[in-house]
């Protein structure tokens, strides 16, 4: 094995369509396709723990990470709602509706920011909230040619590095860019995609 390549530790197998897995301590959280139990496995060895957490209301998760500074869970419910949800005595509570009486949006993924949650909707637009008042501090739409919008994270220059599908040269094509916020778009890396 060269230096470069990582072995394979181990395997977990969850039934069904995981949708996002995230890692709090020595817990490995898991959500799935239309399923409202965020299944736990342990992080060395990714057995199974306990029952999973089960949050009442949850319909259709895509997407969960988890803040080290309040212990909580972040789950994206498709079409309705950010929950949260504490890792210490699985309570939850709806933490943030995606449907108000002037905006509706699809939480698709999540990630955290130098101040708050970022949140990905499929629709070209990010939403980043504070945490923990939820009170929204930015929207950025993307450019008309991306098709959809895949994944974000904050950079340490606080710009934004996108995952999508669209570019102006195709609406098929697969691109990582980097957002400038000087309405100018950077597309570092481009593919074909299918």
């Known amino acids: 094995m060269d230096g470069g390549s990582l072995g394979c530790l181990g395997y977990l197998f969850v ?3 995981v949708r996002g897995v995230t890692q709090l301590d020595y817990v490995a ?3 799935s396709n239309k399923s ?23 319909r259709d998760p895509r997407d969960i990470l988890a803040c080290r500074q ?12 950010i929950w949260q949800v504490s890792a210490d005595d699985h309570s939850s509570v709806k933490w943030l509706p995606t449907e108000s ?11 955290l920011t130098s101040r708050g949650l970022l949140v990905t909707s499929s629709v070209r637009t990010l939403y980043e909230y ?4 939820r009170e929204l501090l930015r929207v950025v739409s993307l450019p008309g040619h991306v098709e959809r919008l895949l994944h974000a994270v904050e950079t340490s220059r606080s710009t934004f ?20 916020f000087s309405g100018v778009t950077k597309v570092d ?5 299918n």
Do not use: K
């Not at 309040?70 to 709602?81: H, I, K, S, T």
């Not at 009486?101 to 990630?111: I, M, N, P, V």
């Not at 890396?189 to 995609?193: A, C, D, F, L, N």
């Open 15 to 17: 039934v069904g369509v």
């Open 70 to 81: 309040d212990r909580q869970l972040y789950v994206a419910d498709f079409d309705y709602c």
């Open 36 to 58: 409202s139990i965020i299944n736990m496995y342990t992080a060395d060895t990714l057995g199974p723990l306990w029952e999973g957490i089960r949050v009442r209301g949850m």
């Open 29 to 31: 959280y898991v959500v």
């Open 101 to 111: 009486t002037t905006d509706t949006f699809d939480a698709d993924t999540l990630s």
């Open 161 to 180: 590095v996108v995952s999508h599908r669209g570019t102006s040269l195709h609406h098929w094509q697969s691109a990582v860019s980097e957002l400038l």
């Open 189 to 193: 890396v481009t593919r074909g995609g």
């Open 130 to 133: 504070s945490m923990p008042d």
